[in-house]
């Protein structure tokens, strides 16, 4: 139920139509939950229906204009109800990884390339959290809101940072395998 608690916390920081929306998921809370453009209006129709959010008025006729959604004080009370709940941790579950492990019974062949693109991957978006970080977060950006949402960026940082040190060393790894025919 994450997604429709995403999209409570983006109308919160700005009330925003659908469009606008899923630019600023493409742009900050998309790094770390996606969704599709189809999935952020559905779950904006089913908040709607649900009492937590609603269209703002508008000027002109609602035919062809896009709606602007606020939250609702319900649709507050939920989210602070959702985050102030406990979760468990989520096991990681990934593919590569479980390529990794199957390469290990039925051979290599690709394993070693799709690594370095991966590799190559995780670098790319470190360097783009770190330009965010950099333009996002200099001295004076200490609100708590501001450090908060820095937590969030700095998390992404240490997992690509993770992973950019992992794959180098499975890459190190790969060199010392005996040489496959």
Avoid at 115 to 125: E, I, K, N, P, T
Avoid at 132 to 154: A, M, N, S
């Amino acid at each position: 139920m994450s997604l429709p608690h995403a999209i409570l916390t983006a109308l919160l920081e700005k009330p925003s139509s659908g469009l606008e929306l899923t630019r600023r998921f493409d742009k900050s809370i998309g790094y770390f939950w996606s969704a599709t453009h189809q999935q952020i209006y559905r779950e904006l129709g089913k908040l709607e229906a649900e009492g937590y959010i609603r269209a703002l008025p508008t000027q002109q006729p609602a035919r062809g204009q896009k709606k602007a959604y606020e939250v609702l004080p319900a649709g507050r009370a939920e989210l602070a109800r959702w985050t102030a709940a406990a979760q468990e941790p989520k096991p990681l579950r990934d593919t590569l990884l479980l390529r990794l492990r199957a390469s290990a019974v039925v051979g290599t062949e690709g394993i070693e390339d799709d690594l370095r693109r991966h590799l190559a991957l995780h670098q790319r978006q470190l360097t783009e959290y770190e330009e965010i970080q950099d333009r996002d977060f200099g001295p004076g950006k200490d609100t708590p809101q501001d450090r908060l949402r820095h937590l969030v960026l700095r998390a992404g940082i240490d997992l690509e940072t993770f992973w950019t040190q992992w794959l180098t060393h499975a890459l190190a790894e790969f060199e010392e395998l005996p040489a496959h025919e």
